[in-house]
């Protein structure tokens, strides 16, 4: 098992997590496949679908080297679904300290949805500074996390919601960002179609782009 810190480096060196509702299981290895060639090196799963637990386990299975998170996860079934199926990292929209609880009796980071200060130090009681910021664009964006760095220097987040290939920049120049979710790599549609050339292409143009410091799809 991964520590938080490891993981917040992997996570940081990815830059962009795709953020992805899964619609078959079948589609896992070749969906693993296109983001591990466009270079991204995670990938969080939401238990928005019906899919997500098969899909994680799936993933991990094509490619063991893709660090496989599960998002969205409001449940102690869909923690223990998760942890089963051998997701690495927990992602939630709030702070739910029982998830937290179960995520940590597992072994597994977790990464819990903050937009106050209020939230952030009820994370902080608990012992968490890496925190999710969501909804990101909504909640304030890139003023609201340079806000938060004067009084809680300790805390690093990764930003989700309303990211796009456009913002993505912006909020990755902040020293306290560590990475951000996004979920344009990997959408539904490009999903519905099975278009996993095109979500290898977007993979492959975010990474070489932010190797340039820039971002454009």
Do not use: W
């Amino acid at each position: 098992m991964l520590c938080p810190e490891k993981c917040v480096d992997l996570l940081a060196l990815t830059k962009i997590v795709p953020v992805i509702t899964p619609r078959d299981p079948a589609d896992a290895p070749a969906l693993a496949r296109a983001l591990a060639a466009g270079g991204l090196r995670a990938a969080e799963i939401t238990f928005r679908s019906d899919a997500a637990a098969d899909t994680i386990a799936a993933m991990r299975e094509a490619e063991p080297e893709l660090l496989v998170g599960a998002g969205t996860v409001l449940t102690e079934s869909a923690l223990e679904a998760a942890a089963s199926a051998g997701a690495q990292f927990i992602v939630t929209p709030g702070l739910n300290p029982r998830i937290g609880e179960k995520a940590l009796g597992h072994d597994l980071p977790y990464f819990p949805g903050v937009m106050t200060p209020t939230e952030i130090e009820a994370a902080l009681a608990l012992g968490l500074r890496f925190l999710k910021f969501f909804p990101a664009e909504a909640a304030g964006g890139v003023k609201m996390l340079k806000a938060f760095a004067g009084p809680y220097p300790m805390v690093r987040f990764m930003p989700t919601g309303g990211i796009t290939a456009a913002n993505a920049r912006a909020y990755l120049a902040l020293p306290n960002v560590f990475c951000c979710g996004g979920s344009f790599i990997a959408d539904g549609d490009c999903l519905a179609r099975g278009d996993f050339a095109e979500i290898e292409r977007r993979a492959r143009a975010v990474s070489s782009l932010l190797a340039a410091n820039q971002i454009s799809l």
